[in-house]
């Protein structure tokens, strides 16, 4: 609730997850029989290893909460809806849920093709611990949010794909539970289907009855609905409570790139023998406001080193897409090669909210044209810069604020 701090909260809690660990036995080795079996026990050979894909997870949801979980691919976020939801049992700690949960991991789990709509409705409702009754008396709720009345008694193989995905969200959203649990779902079905389930989040949020858990990775979806969260990495929560912290680190996170050390004898994609490194290092923080200015270097080692080159940068919006900028083929001039670095600096008060990734590339003069130069290597995913602008004062629409252009009438 508004105003309370988490001691002063009275709401009931709803989901516990206290001390949570999961691991999965993955085979290695097979025995083929009794006798190799005996062999590999002798020789201590488990043939299998166990893989720990969830370590020690703490959190509580109360009544009435939208609470996200976030986390990359891998992280073990899904594997946690799944223990949530009772599919999986924890091999360390407790979850207790109090209430009706409805889970909706998979897009049309429990769907039979051979049966008609109405008969899949009924059999997704026993399905989620229904009665005949309780789905009779949701059926029409169901039906037109789906926006199906005329298909109901056509065969779910006659449906089209976007028709069985409307009924099965629609299944999952409009079943009377108490806790709702969604999987990447806010992209289902066209645009007009996706504003509905957009109003229809809207609306459950005002319900202090009812509790959703999502899970996505769209952190605008997080700021929105979201009043909590938590972030998992590697099995682990790293970051919980507040939306937006949660959110903001999240997208920190989505920006750091581990360093590979290769040791073929090939270099990393836009890298060569005589640039073996150019790299971008931030310089100041990668989450910032209009306010803010982003500082970073260029690392180079140019092994020519004796002669001069140009650092050549562009701008890139990953989430509108495009270059937005771009400096010119020789806008730095450096007069010596080696190993160095030079810092820049760049002022996002005209920024609108969103993500952007700085590609720089090194370059040679051409020896015919004085205008042109030669790219000789350039920064590639891993090496690139990357920040976030996130200011309540901007939008996400356009890349340029209400700062920072004005249509003045003639």
């Not at 085979?27 to 166990?50: R, S």
């Not at 959190?59 to 990359?72: L, S, T, Y």
């Not at 590979?260 to 989450?287: C, D």
């Not at 920040?387 to 252009?405: E, K, M």
Request: hydrophobic share 40%; glycine share 8%; proline share 3%.
């Amino acid at each position: 609730m508004p105003g309370l701090t988490s001691n002063e909260d009275e709401r009931p809690v709803v989901l516990s997850v206290k001390h949570v660990g999961k691991h999965f036995r993955l085979p290695t080795e097979q025995a083929t029989g009794l006798k190799m079996a005996f062999i590999n026990w002798t020789k201590g050979i488990k043939g299998y290893k166990d893989q720990h894909v969830l370590r020690d997870i703490n959190f509580e949801v109360r009544q009435g909460d939208f609470f996200g979980i976030v986390g990359r691919n891998g992280s073990g976020k899904s594997t946690l809806l799944k223990l949530i939801s009772q599919i999986y049992t924890p091999d360390a700690g407790s979850i207790d849920v109090r209430g009706r949960l409805v889970p909706f991991i998979e897009l049309g789990v429990g769907f039979n093709p051979e049966l008609t709509g109405r008969e899949n409705v009924y059999l997704n409702g026993a399905l989620l611990g229904f009665t005949e009754a309780e789905v009779s008396a949701m059926y029409d709720d169901i039906v037109e949010f789906a926006e199906l009345e005329e298909f109901m008694d056509q065969k779910l193989k006659n449906y089209s794909s976007g028709m069985q995905v409307r009924l099965a969200f629609s299944v999952a959203i409009k079943a009377q539970g108490d806790i709702l649990v969604l999987d990447e779902v806010l992209a289902v079905g066209d645009e007009a289907f996706q504003r509905k389930c957009d109003n229809f989040f809207t609306e459950i949020k005002k319900d202090p009855t009812k509790t959703v858990i999502l899970v996505t990775h769209d952190m605008g979806a997080v700021k929105k609905y979201c009043n909590n969260a938590v972030l998992i990495k590697d099995g682990e929560v790293i970051a919980s409570g507040d939306k937006d912290d949660v959110a903001d680190r999240y997208t920190l996170e989505n920006f750091k790139r581990e360093e590979k050390e290769k040791e073929e004898s090939k270099f990393p994609l836009g890298l060569n023998e005589r640039v073996p490194l150019l790299r971008i290092n931030a310089l100041s923080s990668q989450m910032l406001t209009r306010d803010d200015t982003f500082k970073f270097e260029v690392e180079y080692d140019f092994r020519d080193e004796d002669q001069d080159f140009y650092l050549a940068i562009a701008l890139h919006d990953i989430v509108r897409g495009g270059a937005v900028y771009d400096s010119g083929q020789k806008a730095y001039h450096i007069m010596h090669g080696g190993h160095g670095r030079k810092e820049f600096s760049l002022p996002l008060n005209l920024f609108n909210n969103g993500k952007f990734k700085i590609v720089v590339s090194l370059r040679t003069q051409n020896p015919v044209d004085p205008e042109r130069s030669d790219m000789v290597a350039f920064t590639n995913e891993e090496n690139s810069g990357f920040f976030a602008v996130s200011d309540t004062r901007n939008r996400a629409y356009a890349l340029l604020n209400d700062t920072g252009i004005e249509f003045k009438e003639m």
